[in-house]
Nanobody, 124 residues
Framework: QLQLVESGGGLVQLGGSLRLSCAVS????????IGWFRQAPGKERERVSC???????SYYVDSVKGRFTMSRDAANTMYLQMNSLKPEDTAVYYC??????????????????WGKGTLVTVSS
């Protein structure tokens, strides 16, 4: 059974840090493009960061560059370290996985498997 489960969300003050985790079961991350996405109230889901095993490619949306770091470990877990958080980072954060050869490997439409999300709230 394919499953992605996020954890680590919560309430944090402006400038604080959080580390999101996504535990994956039923498949190995080695063969997939993986990513973190977020959806703020009233807005569309957007990509935040992605990793692709093909060529070691990575992507970060401009608004999080220098503040967020995506990683994964050998135990089939992916992470999103979020530092210097801002109120505009408030959203439900989702982890996802999809085919690495697709031209949409880091698009919402390109992901096949999704977690249920974890809420991150940044207060000012």
């Amino acid at each position: 059974q394919l499953q992605l489960v996020e954890s680590g969300g919560g309430l944090v003050q402006l400038g604080g840090s959080l580390r999101l985790s996504c535990a994956v079961s039923g498949f190995t991350l080695d063969s997939y493009a993986i990513g973190w996405f977020r959806q703020a109230p009233g807005k569309e889901r957007e990509r935040v960061s992605c990793l692709n095993p093909i060529g070691g490619r990575s992507y970060y949306v401009d608004s999080v560059k220098g503040r967020f770091t995506m990683s994964r470990d050998a135990a089939n877990t992916m992470y999103l370290q979020m530092n210097s958080l801002k109120p505009e980072d408030t959203a439900v954060y989702y982890c996802a996985a999809g085919p690495p050869y697709s031209s949409t490997w880091c698009d919402v439409s390109g992901m096949d498997y999704w977690g249920k999300g974890t809420l991150v709230t940044v207060s000012s």
